[in-house]
């Protein structure tokens, strides 16, 4: 016998085993028992703090503008690690980079750009700056601040208002999540150089910076997540 056509208006359903996809959601139907929903963790507190002093303290170091430097969305490395850790990319264009300092195309350059990186890390987190978190229209802060505080650069797929977290004259951005209320949050953080690298040279077609970092936590009790609110303290101090 020949098979039943479906309908032209019958709703086809997933067989058993079948993934299914819908709106980023991944769930998965097996033998038609209850789908299966895989949720990614939360970024932690001290992987923001971290990405924050790290993204501030290279740009700063390098003099590079944040909207020229386009940075990456940050990979949740975490996840895998099972520790807080980070790694995420900026692109300084081509050749020696669009910056004020040209990238260093020696590995002796890019030691001492590490030690540099380094040292001034710990600097910033020795001086315990507060963190400032507010929300903002998402308009409202790229007229203010530039396209250079969004993640990836993406400003069709970021949320309305955005959550920018702010150092005051070290950086301010979308962060991945709230850090926490000040940079002496954290106790170190550490770069990964097997996993870090600088790309560039005098006829290089992409000049880039790839940071892998890991955050040393504070021991005893959890430092205090910095407050969200409506107000732009930055702008108006």
């Not at 019958?10 to 085993?17: I, R, V």
């Not at 229209?137 to 396209?147: D, F, R, S």
């Not at 993406?154 to 950086?171: F, H, N, Q, S, W």
Request: net charge neutral; hydrophobic share 35%; glycine share 10%.
């Amino acid at each position: 016998k020949k098979g039943k056509m479906a309908e032209p208006n019958e709703e086809t359903k997933p067989q058993s085993g079948e993934t299914v996809e819908d709106g980023g959601t991944t769930t998965t139907k097996k033998n038609d028992k209850k789908a299966r929903v895989i949720v990614t963790p939360p970024c932690p507190p001290a992987v923001a703090t971290g990405y924050l002093i790290l993204r501030g303290v290279l740009q700063g170091l390098i003099g590079a503008s944040m909207d020229e430097a386009a940075v990456s969305l940050m990979q949740p490395t975490y996840i895998k690690d099972k520790c807080p850790s980070g790694k995420f990319s900026v692109n300084m264009g081509k050749k020696l980079g669009s910056c004020e300092l040209d990238l260093p195309e020696t590995p002796e350059g890019c030691t001492a750009l590490w030690n540099a990186l380094d040292a001034a890390m710990k600097r910033i987190i020795a001086s315990n700056l507060p963190t400032t978190c507010f929300s903002m229209p998402k308009g409202e802060a790229i007229q203010a601040y530039g396209t250079g505080i969004l993640n990836g650069a993406i400003e069709k797929k970021t949320p309305d208002p955005l959550t920018l977290a702010c150092i005051d004259g070290i950086v301010c951005c979308v962060p991945p999540t709230l850090p926490f209320a000040s940079t002496g949050g954290i106790e170190s953080i550490q770069l990964d150089l097997e996993q870090s690298s600088i790309v560039a040279g005098k006829k290089a077609r992409k000049a880039e910076i790839t940071l892998k970092f890991i955050v040393g936590e504070l021991g005893g009790s959890s430092p205090e997540v910095a407050a969200l609110t409506t107000n732009n303290v930055a702008a108006e101090s």
